[in-house]
């Protein structure tokens, strides 16, 4: 499958704590993206990190990639009850140029 | 920066009509995406246009699903007839360029076929 597959489906936190998304994929990437979703919006576009790189920093959100074990996280640090989403993740995969997303982790911060 | 335009927001049809959706996208973005999002799932690529030219449409339903992209900017996707397993949110996507670089997503037209 060329999509990612993201883990756990659902997470339930409390505000302050930190959350992690891992993502799986199964053919090569050029890069791989994280999108946010709120209920009823539209996906916003997180963070980008390309194959080459093995982290990534955007405020209180960390991205790893190892392209050895085709794997993907997503860290958010100090979580916030508006952290309250579904998370993505897109691998576009080289060739094709396809962005094909997961069915995303559903994130509850409790405040 | 304008964001990706698209109308309506929300379309109730019967099973067997038709519907239209539009999608303008942020000026100079050479790909735009059409792609269906069914409750509780990830978004589905539907089509890629670079400029006007379709780049991927193995995923769109093309007896009932059309969709164009004049003059390399404004886009319709078309369902002609709809089905109820059409229900769902339709997003149009667009980016500078292929390769996944970031896009911006419009904010959707929810779609209830009954």
């Known amino acids: 499958s060329q999509q990612g597959e993201e883990d756990p489906q659902a997470l339930s936190i409390q505000e302050g704590e930190n959350a992690t998304m891992n993502c799986s994929y199964k053919t090569s990437i050029n890069n791989l993206q994280w999108y946010r979703q709120n209920s009823g919006r539209g996906l916003v576009h997180l963070i980008l990190?390309?194959?080459?790189?093995r982290e990534k920093h955007s405020g209180r959100l960390r991205v790893t990639l190892d392209t050895s074990k085709k794997s993907s996280s997503l860290l958010i640090t100090a979580s916030r009850a508006a952290d309250t989403a579904s998370y993505f993740c897109a691998p576009t995969h080289t060739g094709g140029f396809k962005t094909i997303f997961g069915a995303g982790t559903r994130l509850f911060v409790k405040a | 920066e304008a964001g990706v335009a698209q109308s309506p927001r929300y379309k109730i049809i019967e099973k067997r009509q038709s519907v239209a959706f539009w999608c303008n996208p942020i000026s100079g973005h050479a790909t735009l995406y059409w792609y269906q999002q069914i409750l509780g799932q990830g978004p589905k690529l539907l089509i890629q246009f670079q400029n006007n030219g379709v780049v991927d449409d193995s995923q769109l339903p093309k007896d009932r699903f059309s969709a164009e992209r004049l003059k390399g900017v404004d886009s319709t996707l078309k369902i002609q007839p709809a089905k109820l397993e059409d229900s769902a949110v339709y997003l149009c996507?667009?980016?500078?360029?292929?390769?996944?670089?970031?896009?911006?997503f419009g904010s959707g037209t929810r779609l209830t076929v009954v």
């Open positions: 990190i390309r194959s080459n790189e």
């Open positions: 996507a667009s980016s500078p360029r292929q390769g996944g670089y970031g896009y911006t």
